[in-house]
């Protein structure tokens, strides 16, 4: 299977939104990757339920919704009526993760769940069956532009074993600092969609960069 591309929309212009969003649609992006950050699970504030569905009024992409929040619980309704097409939710944040997942499917969504560089691919275990992506954070969540983690690579080969084993149909996605330099070793480990931020936005031509992703 071709490799997904999932732009971050957290490294666009937000006073011209609509145009970055246009452009997305004009580009051989699979989804728009949209961040949201609450300023309690992580140190920064992105944007909220407006704005999604800002974004969502123009996309003509599936948006792929990650919530850095605490007590996504309460707000996973809202995100499904912005748009959101696919919800995922921080295992960190998540006391009773499986009831969160049954919570995403039940309004129609795809169900995500992310984990931050430190968290073992061991604690997916019980989860992995009922859930239809991971998302490894290669970077610490909360800002864009940072530094890939090298210890990813590892995490995604144990994590695609573990899908293996268990029979899943989960999707590993990879989120932080993705780039042209690592995507083949991370395409190689097992990965089946990139987020790319600040690599996309920041370059000449982001529609030939998200190209050049996608040929990997
Ligand atoms: C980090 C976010 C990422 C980020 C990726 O907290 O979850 O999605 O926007 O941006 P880059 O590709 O710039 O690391
Ligand atoms: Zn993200």
Redesign the pocket.
């Known amino acids: 299977m071709p490799t997904l591309i999932a732009p ?1 929309i ?2 666009a212009d937000f006073a011209n939104l609509q145009k970055e969003v246009e452009m997305l649609n004009s580009s051989e992006a699979d989804f728009i ?1 949209v ?1 949201i ?1 609450d300023g309690v699970f ?1 140190p ?1 504030i992105s944007f909220g339920i407006p704005v999604t569905e800002a974004i969502y009024k123009h996309a003509r992409k599936p948006l792929d919704v ?1 919530l ?1 929040i605490v007590n996504p619980d309460n707000y996973l309704e809202s995100i499904r009526n912005a748009g959101a097409e696919i919800i995922s939710v921080h295992y960190e944040a998540c006391p009773h993760l499986h009831r969160t997942v049954q919570g995403i499917h039940a309004l129609g969504a795809k169900a995500g769940v992310a984990i931050n560089p430190h968290t073992s691919i061991v604690l997916l275990e019980e989860i992995i069956g009922d859930i239809d992506l991971v998302c490894l ?1 290669s ?8 530094k890939f983690i090298q210890n990813t690579y590892e995490k995604v080969s144990r994590l695609k074993e573990l899908i293996l084993k268990k029979g899943s149909s989960a999707k590993i996605e990879i ?4 780039n042209l330099e690592n995507a083949p070793k991370l395409i190689e480990a097992g990965a089946d969609i990139l ?6 936005f920041s370059s000449k031509d982001p529609q030939q960069t998200i190209s050049e992703l996608k040929s990997l």
């Open positions: 971050s957290l490294a990757h961040d950050m992580v920064n990650h850095m954070m970077v610490n969540p909360g800002f864009g532009g940072q989120d932080g600092g993705v987020v790319a931020g600040s690599f996309v």
